[in-house]
């Protein structure tokens, strides 16, 4: 179908949405917004991506715009701060770059370049002013992104966060087993898994610089606050594995929902993507009332102290944002050049990555 959606332009623009992956709850629910600094952050993360030797300098120019990176983050976290959100753009650009890199090294055979990458950003993201001037772009720029990102709220924070990506990058070094090895993982170890290669925890403790507040452990834990987040996470995962899930078992892929529903499970194609889609919908209605228990909550913390008033008030702003993920990873999903497979000389080669096999040192 056709929708308008409010993108990278300052008018709407139509965007053709297939039928199998149109969600109209989406579009008429859940209302678009962009940050107003996003023309400043398409600009500030191009340049980034250029500095840090993340992407190659003509790539850049071809496809960082089209890519519609700074848009994801930008319709996500409205109510960062300018610089906040820069970081947090940049960190993202970088988590795509690291992800085409992972697939590279699967795809060329490269588990040696693969470990040596994994340990070093490890070692990294724990110190990461002693990385700065890394040769290796990747180890560098997630040195620069988390550096900066470390700079807005307490080391308590910082720990958190750094904890939450450690697992992140485990999680990837699962998958890369799992993809050179062809293990299609059951449903339940998919979904395990997936939660920590979308990388549910590091984006909801996103939400917190964006707030300005560090939030304590009996907000964050809270039921109310916490199945709010992790439907707007899981929605994201499994919409992503939707409209991916043609793309990935022409690539022979195994990590893909539909694709353990499918081995595991015993469904066809079209039963495995009428499962997805019901479960991507089932998030968005379970997400609404969610969002009212957990408004509820944030209702409930202004006890009438000033500590309590703005405690409320950053819940509220962290709700606020998690229901703008919905609407931004819909939309980002049919504007990315990342997801337009058809235009590509080769869909399994994605025209923005480096592709040179010889990538060993």
């Given at each position: 179908?056709?929708?308008?959606?409010?993108?990278?332009?300052s008018?709407?623009?139509?965007?053709?949405?297939?039928?199998?992956?149109?969600?109209?709850?989406?579009?008429?629910?859940?209302?678009?917004?962009?940050?107003?600094?996003w023309?400043?952050?398409?600009?500030?993360?191009?340049?980034?991506?250029?500095?840090k030797?993340?992407?190659?300098?003509?790539?850049?120019a071809?496809?960082?715009?089209?890519?519609?990176?700074?848009?994801?983050?930008?319709?996500?976290?409205?109510?960062?701060?300018?610089?906040?959100?820069?970081?947090?753009?940049?960190?993202?650009?970088?988590?795509?770059?690291?992800?085409?890199?992972?697939?590279r090294?699967?795809?060329?055979?490269?588990?040696?370049?693969?470990?040596?990458?994994?340990?070093?950003?490890?070692?990294?993201?724990?110190?990461?002013?002693?990385?700065?001037?890394?040769?290796?772009?990747?180890?560098?720029?997630?040195?620069?992104?988390?550096?900066?990102l470390?700079?807005?709220?307490?080391?308590?924070?910082?720990?958190?966060?750094a904890?939450?990506f450690?697992?992140?990058?485990?999680?990837?070094?699962?998958?890369?087993?799992?993809?050179?090895?062809?293990?299609v993982?059951?449903?339940?170890?998919?979904?395990?898994?997936?939660?920590?290669?979308?990388?549910?925890?590091?984006?909801?403790d996103?939400?917190?610089?964006?707030?300005?507040?560090?939030?304590p452990?009996?907000?964050?834990?809270?039921?109310?606050?916490?199945?709010?987040?992790?439907?707007?996470?899981?929605?994201?995962?499994?919409?992503?594995?939707?409209?991916?899930?043609?793309?990935?078992?022409?690539?022979?892929e195994?990590?893909?929902?539909?694709?353990?529903?499918?081995?595991?499970?015993?469904?066809?194609l079209?039963?495995?993507?009428?499962?997805?889609?019901?479960?991507?919908?089932?998030?968005?209605?379970?997400?609404?009332?969610?969002?009212?228990?957990?408004l509820?909550?944030?209702?409930?913390?202004?006890d009438?102290?000033?500590?309590?008033?703005?405690?409320?008030a950053?819940?509220?702003v962290?709700?606020?944002?998690?229901?703008n993920?919905?609407?931004?990873?819909?939309w980002?999903?049919?504007?990315?050049?990342?997801?337009?497979?058809?235009?590509?000389?080769?869909?399994?080669?994605?025209?923005y990555v480096?592709n040179?096999?010889?990538?060993?040192?």
């Open positions: 179908m056709h929708a308008l959606s409010h993108g990278t332009t008018k709407p623009t139509t965007v053709l949405v297939p039928q199998a992956l149109s969600l109209p709850v989406i579009e008429a629910a859940f209302s678009r917004r962009l940050h107003p600094y023309p400043r952050l398409q600009q500030e993360t191009r340049a980034w991506l250029l500095e030797r993340l992407m190659q300098p003509d790539k850049v071809e496809y960082a715009d089209g890519l519609c990176y700074t848009d994801l983050m930008a319709g996500y976290y409205t109510d960062a701060a300018d610089e906040v959100l820069q970081a947090i753009a940049d960190y993202s650009a970088w988590f795509f770059v690291w992800d085409d890199r992972h697939d090294d699967i795809v060329h055979g490269r588990p040696a370049a693969w470990r040596r990458l994994k340990d070093l950003l490890h070692t990294a993201l724990d110190s990461p002013t002693e990385h700065l001037r890394h040769e290796d772009p990747l180890v560098a720029g997630l040195a620069d992104s988390v550096r900066r470390y700079s807005f709220l307490p080391d308590t924070w910082n720990a958190r966060f904890r939450h450690h697992t992140v990058i485990e999680a990837y070094d699962r998958e890369f087993h799992n993809r050179t090895e062809g293990i993982p059951t449903v339940e170890e998919y979904l395990e898994l997936r939660r920590l290669t979308f990388a549910h925890w590091i984006w909801t996103l939400l917190e610089p964006s707030a300005g507040c560090e939030l452990d009996a907000v964050r834990k809270d039921p109310s606050y916490r199945k709010a987040a992790l439907l707007s996470q899981e929605f994201a995962a499994w919409y992503n594995d939707l409209c991916s899930l043609p793309k990935e078992i022409a690539g022979h195994v990590h893909n929902l539909g694709i353990s529903l499918i081995v595991h499970e015993g469904l066809t079209e039963e495995a993507v009428t499962d997805v889609r019901r479960r991507v919908e089932e998030c968005i209605t379970e997400f609404l009332d969610a969002e009212k228990n957990a509820k909550f944030a209702d409930s913390l202004d009438g102290t000033v500590g309590g008033k703005e405690m409320g950053a819940v509220r962290c709700l606020g944002n998690m229901r993920w919905f609407s931004s990873v819909y980002f999903h049919h504007e990315s050049g990342r997801y337009m497979v058809d235009s590509w000389d080769d869909r399994s080669t994605p025209p480096n040179e096999a010889a990538g060993e040192k």
